[in-house]
């Protein structure tokens, strides 16, 4: 895939890299036991430009490219997918929104710091009756003056505990269809506003999921985000930019599934041989390196696309559907690949797995993005 990138966009990737083998890989395996938040990496991430990669330089960013920022994504998934689900989430759904949408005052206040990783930044729309279903969201927002009132519970939310700023999706007219939904810049210590459950999850142990409960909080008139009945505009922008980040990730994972993979079967002896000169094991690689390559070259046509102003809802939806579904299927082979010690915890592989399968449930379940394709076809 070389043959795609500038200068710039290899030494984005060699620096993320270095970082990653250097800072994250020899700590990841542990913190992830330990279920600790990784706030160390984050702030070092945060000074060297990750955080806010795709946002204008003069907005507190990296001023990169989209594509650069996907390359980023992939190398510290590879590394670890709780630390990419943190930053990207942080940067595709919590960031960028405002940087598209957000007044000049709502970007000297809060977009740069959240670009200069000072705080993180997360995204509300599911709801216990609302996740697919966006329309059914019941979380209400009511004018009174110069305040909207909000109310309402938001499940599911990553980042949610640990986030300076929530961006929460809510109803604002019930009987406006489409235009009743409004988008809302909820900031943390805002009164009313507390914090639910962390849920216990299979994976991504590191990364925050959590409930959010709205009780009466007065948000200002100046933290809505966009116009009032702009919130589902808003909000499928940003999932479509959330799930190219969910892609690029899932081809991380892969990729660390793969580059194990390679080595264990190199170095695992068995009937006189190692297991990579057998077909059985040699093919099982093979598939894996040829569907990492297809994934990564759905998500660098989405960036290119985007880089260009272009429309990507299908190509999103395509590349994370992709990408996702075979990291769940390269992480299966790679625990086969490894046999009994692939399904230990003193290998990563097992970490892998648990990894990959969410990302065919966030930013839009794959029957979902399946319904998102046809409906553009």
């Not at 650069?68 to 989430?89: D, F, H, N, P, Q």
């Not at 740069?112 to 705080?119: D, Q, S, V």
């Not at 499940?155 to 406006?176: M, P, Q, R, Y």
Request: with cysteine; glycine share 10%; charged share 25%.
């Amino acid at each position: 895939m070389d043959v795609y990138l500038n200068d710039e966009q290899r030494k984005i990737r060699e620096t993320v890299r270095r970082f990653a083998e250097e800072e994250i890989i020899p700590v990841a395996s542990e913190w992830d036991k330990e279920h600790r938040w990784p706030g160390e990496l984050l702030k070092t991430m945060g000074e060297m430009g990750l955080m806010g990669m795709p946002i204008p330089s003069e907005c507190g960013g990296g001023g990169t490219d989209y594509l650069s920022y996907m390359i980023a994504v992939e190398e510290l998934a590879r590394a670890w997918g709780s630390l990419s689900l943190i930053m990207t989430v942080h940067t595709s759904v919590g960031t960028l929104p405002i940087y598209y949408f957000g007044s000049a005052d709502q970007k000297e206040r809060l977009l740069k710091p959240l670009a200069r990783g000072k705080m993180i930044g997360a995204f509300a729309i599911t709801e216990p009756d609302a996740g697919s279903d966006v329309m059914n969201v019941k979380t209400t927002a009511v004018r009174d003056a110069d305040h909207y009132i909000l109310n309402g519970t938001k499940i599911f939310i990553t980042n949610g505990s640990k986030a300076g700023t929530i961006i929460v999706l809510a109803v604002t007219d019930k009987e406006a269809g489409t235009k009743g939904f409004s988008t809302f810049i909820v900031e943390k210590g805002m009164d009313g506003f507390t914090l639910g459950v962390d849920e216990d999850k299979m994976g991504m142990h590191s990364s925050v999921t959590s409930e959010l409960v709205f009780n009466d909080v007065k948000v200002p008139r100046e933290n809505l985000l966009g116009a009032e009945g702009d919130g589902l505009k808003i909000s499928l922008s940003a999932l479509d930019g959330g799930r190219m980040g969910v892609a690029s990730q899932a081809v991380g994972i892969a990729r660390a599934a793969l580059e194990e993979s390679i080595r264990y079967s190199g170095e695992r002896q068995q009937f006189g041989r190692p297991i990579n000169r057998f077909q059985a094991i040699s093919f099982m690689v093979a598939d894996m390196a040829a569907e990492i390559d297809a994934a990564r070259a759905l998500v660098y046509r989405g960036a290119f696309m985007k880089d260009r102003g272009m429309r990507i809802s299908k190509e999103a939806a395509i590349a994370k559907l992709y990408a996702s579904e075979m990291a769940t299927r390269t992480t299966i082979r790679a625990i086969q690949v490894h046999g009994g010690y692939g399904y230990i915890s003193d290998y990563p592989i097992e970490r892998f797995f648990r990894d990959a399968k969410v990302t065919e449930v966030y930013e839009g379940t794959s029957e979902v993005m399946r319904l998102v394709i046809s409906r553009n076809l």
